[in-house]
């Protein structure tokens, strides 16, 4: 776990996860910034990107999953929101 975005991409770059959860307010970077970086770098990349955030109007959910995150969820978000992203995960990987 890291706190700002530029901390973020040095993770990811270094060892790319399978799944990222990112808020889209981070203090340097924001999430669709984070994403869309890690998405040119890591085009072919098989990561499933969730973005965590407070926004949470259609249009927040439309930006994110155009600034590349697999899916949007809002905060707070619940345990069981967050096993059935992590399931749908596990079978784009698999």
């Known amino acids: 776990m890291v706190t700002t975005g530029r901390e973020g991409l040095a993770a990811a770059w270094a060892e790319l996860p399978d799944v990222l959860i990112c808020d889209v307010g981070l203090p340097d970077l924001s999430g669709y910034e984070v994403i869309r970086a890690i998405r040119w770098a890591r ?3 098989h990561m499933f990107a969730i973005a965590l955030t407070g926004y949470a109007q259609p249009e927040d959910r439309k930006q994110a999953l155009a600034a590349g995150f697999d899916a949007h969820l809002a905060k707070p978000a619940s345990l ?5 992203l992590l399931g749908q995960a596990a079978k784009k990987k698999g």
């Open 43 to 45: 085009p072919a990349s």
């Open 80 to 84: 069981d929101e967050l096993n059935d």
